[in-house]
T-cell receptor, first 115, second 113 residues
Framework: DGGITQSPKYLFRKEGQNVTLSCEQN?????MYWYRQDPGQGLRLIYY???????QKGDIAEGYSVSREKKESFPLTVTSAQKNPTAFYLC??????????????FGSGTRLTVV | AQSVTQLGSHVSVSEGALVLLRCNYS??????LFWYVQYPNQGLQLLLK??????LVKGINGFEAEFKKSETSFHLTKPSAHMSDAAEYFC???????????FGKGTTLSVSS
């Protein structure tokens, strides 16, 4: 079955560390997205990518970085510059970002905790 | 600019009662509107979407939503709540090609027996 796989499900980060969250899709979708979810704040867009080797900042990109070297993969790095990284991170994909009709398919999320 | 407002961060109903979750949007062009559901520690699942084909949209699990342009609303309803409906619900809007979905802050639905 096609879908989006996020790993790991739970991740613990020490102060000053960079960590990378994995997101892989086998839906042949062109566009991929990273959202951060905090209680009571809904989903906030971190980065999104419409095609390979291209990505755009979202509303809260500071302290995060991404790459899109393959169509199937869109990893998110939480850098030490992100001062409050504890949150639930959701990856999503869509057939084409230029056609909003289709909506998104979401992964099951990664819960990141600073220890 | 697009935006979504979900009225009520928490809604409580009894099993068998009507479910009404409110969503108002702001968009300068005809929008595409979505409702998603999220169960604890999981991703979001699409419930239904409005894409201008019909103003009353039926989704999965007995949910439906009505697009009202004059009220800029897209409220989610279900005639009879079930315990399994307890979850968080998100309304989202998209109207500009090449941009990402904008989500509301979510409404947590509790269902009591």
């Amino acid at each position: 079955d096609g879908g989006i796989t996020q790993s790991p499900k739970y991740l613990f980060r020490k102060e000053g560390q960079n960590v990378t969250l994995s997101c892989e899709q086998n839906l042949n979708h062109d566009a991929m997205y990273w959202y951060r979810q905090d209680p009571g704040q809904g989903l906030r867009l971190i980065y999104y990518s419409q095609i390979v080797n291209d990505f755009q900042k979202g509303d809260i990109a500071e302290g995060y970085s991404v790459s899109r070297e393959k169509k199937e993969s869109f990893p998110l790095t939480v850098t030490s510059a992100q001062k409050n990284p504890t949150a639930f991170y959701l990856c999503a994909s869509s057939r084409r970002s230029t056609d909003p009709f289709y909506g998104y398919t979401f992964g099951s999320g990664t819960r990141l905790t600073v220890v | 600019a697009q935006s979504v407002t979900q009225l009520g961060s928490h809604v409580s109903v009894s099993e068998g009662a009507l479910v009404l979750l409110r969503c108002n949007y702001s968009s300068s062009v005809p929008p595409y509107l979505f409702w998603y559901v999220q169960y604890p520690n999981q991703g979001l699942q699409l419930l239904l979407k409005y894409t201008s084909a019909a103003t009353l949209v039926k989704g999965i699990n007995g949910f439906e939503a009505e697009f009202k342009k004059s009220e800029t609303s897209f409220h989610l309803t279900k005639p009879s709540a079930h315990m399994s409906d307890a979850a968080e619900y998100f309304c989202a809007v998209s109207s500009q090609a090449g941009t990402a979905l904008i989500f509301g802050k979510g409404t947590t639905l509790s269902v009591s027996s």
